[in-house]
C-alpha cells in the first residue's frame, strides 16, 4: 500500500482553522443565513463571569449549563444545518463519514455546524479530576472535555440535544466506563434515531500504553476501560447503537505493532458487544492482515494523529485503506488538517 508514516510536526486543528471545503459543499456562513450571532463576550455569558478563582474551582465539582440565551442561537444554529446537505443518512456506507473532531466546547460545536462534517465527535467525562467522591459520585454531571479539568465545556445533555437538532451521525467517546451509566441514562431522555449514535470506548491496552502493577491499580480504582458485561449492558439499551471499539496507544516508536493479542483481546470485546460494531484502530498500525482477521466481526475504521503520522494525500490514502477492506470511519488528516472529504 502506498501510505508512509512520516514524521511531521504537529498540524493544527480544525477548531483552529476554517474548515476545508465548505463552499464546495453549499454551506453558507451564519451571516449569510441571517442567524443571530454568538455573544461577543461568551465565556461570561455562559458562565455567569463568575470570579476566576471560583472557576478554577469549579473544574472539580460543577459545570453549569448554558444561558437560556446562548441555547437559544445554538439551538437556531442545529436547526439551520438540518436543512442543509451535510447530515448522515443510515443508509450510506459509514466510509463516506466525514467526522467534526473538536466540538467539546459551544464555539467549536457551532463552528462544526458549519463545516462539511456530517458526523459529530466529542469527548465525554464525568465532571471533576477524581475518580471517586463517595456520597458525591451520583451529583456528577456527564460533560463534553478531553480531560477532566478543560473549561468551559457544554455538558453531554446539551450536546445530544444540538446533535440530535442538527440531524448528523453523534460519535461519542467515552474517556471512563464509570460514566456509562449516566451516559445510558441521558439516552433514556434524548434518544437518538437509529444509524445516528456511535459510542467509542478504548477496550484493550497497545503499544505504548502504560502498562505493569501500576496501571492495573488505576484500572482498578478509575473504571477506565469498560466490561464485557458493561458491552452487553449497553446493547441491550442501545440496541440499534454502534459500539466502537478501540486499542489506547500513546506516542509512537520504532517497531510499534498490534499484536496478536491486541486483536485476539478486541474479538474478545466485540463478541460481547454484539453487532453493530466499529473497530477505530490507528492508520499506521494497521495491516491487510489484521482488518481480514476483524472483518467478520464489524466495520474496520482507521484515524490518525497528524503529530505522529499523516498522509501525503488523505484523499488517496482513504482509498487505499478502503481497497484493504476498511469499511468503518476514515478519520484521516493531512498536513495542516486537511481531511479526507
Known amino acids: 500500500m502506498g501510505v508512509r508514516p512520516v514524521a511531521l510536526e504537529r498540524a493544527g486543528t480544525q477548531g483552529g482553522s476554517k474548515p476545508l471545503g465548505r463552499a464546495a459543499h453549499g454551506v453558507a456562513a451564519s451571516e449569510e443565513r441571517d442567524l443571530p450571532p454568538l455573544p461577543k463576550d461568551a465565556l ?6 463568575v470570579p476566576e478563582f471560583l472557576r478554577g474551582l469549579g473544574n472539580f465539582t460543577f459545570h453549569g449549563p448554558m444561558k437560556a440565551s446562548v441555547r437559544e442561537v445554538m439551538l437556531q444554529r442545529a436547526d439551520a444545518a438540518s436543512a442543509g446537505p451535510d447530515t448522515w443518512d443510515p443508509a ?9 473532531h473538536h466540538t467539546n466546547t459551544f464555539q ?18 464525568l465532571e471533576g479530576a477524581a475518580r471517586r467522591l463517595g456520597p458525591l459520585e451520583r451529583l456528577r454531571e456527564p460533560i463534553m472535555a478531553h480531560d477532566p ?38 439516552l433514556r431522555r434524548h434518544p437518538v434515531p437509529a444509524g445516528r449514535l456511535m459510542l467509542n470506548m478504548d477496550v484493550v491496552d497497545g503499544p505504548g500504553a502504560p502498562s505493569g502493577w501500576k496501571q492495573r491499580l488505576i484500572e482498578l480504582v478509575a473504571d477506565r476501560m469498560p466490561s464485557r458485561s ?11 447503537a454502534i459500539i466502537g471499539l478501540g486499542i489506547a496507544t500513546r506516542g509512537s516508536r520504532p517497531g ?4 496478536e493479542s491486541h486483536i485476539d483481546r478486541l474479538i474478545t470485546m466485540a463478541k460481547a458487544a454484539g453487532n453493530p460494531v466499529h473497530f477505530a484502530l490507528r492508520a499506521d498500525l494497521v495491516t491487510p492482515a489484521i482488518v481480514a482477521r476483524l472483518q467478520p466481526y464489524g466495520r474496520v475504521g482507521v484515524w490518525n494523529d497528524p503529530g505522529v503520522w499523516a498522509p ?10 478502503l481497497a484493504m477492506g476498511c469499511t468503518g470511519i476514515m478519520d484521516l488528516r493531512g498536513v495542516k488538517g486537511a481531511t479526507a472529504v
Not at 461570561?44 to 463571569?49: F, Q
Open 312 to 321: 501525503d494525500h488523505p484523499e488517496q490514502a482513504r482509498l487505499e485503506f
Open 108 to 125: 467549536d460545536f457551532a463552528q462544526a455546524l458549519e463545516g462539511p462534517w456530517d458526523w459529530m465527535e466529542g469527548d465525554v467525562w
Open 149 to 186: 479539568t478543560e473549561r468551559p465545556t457544554l455538558r453531554t445533555s446539551e450536546w445530544l440535544e444540538l446533535g440530535i437538532r442538527s440531524g448528523k451521525g453523534l460519535k461519542l467517546d467515552l474517556k471512563h466506563a464509570a460514566a456509562v451509566p449516566d451516559i445510558l441514562d441521558l
Open 230 to 240: 458493561t458491552l452487553g449492558r449497553i446493547r441491550k439499551e442501545q440496541p440499534d
Open 256 to 259: 510499534d505493532r498490534y499484536t
Open 44 to 49: 461570561s455569558v455562559l458562565r455567569g463571569g
Open 92 to 100: 450510506r456506507p459509514l466510509h463516506e463519514a466525514r467526522s467534526a
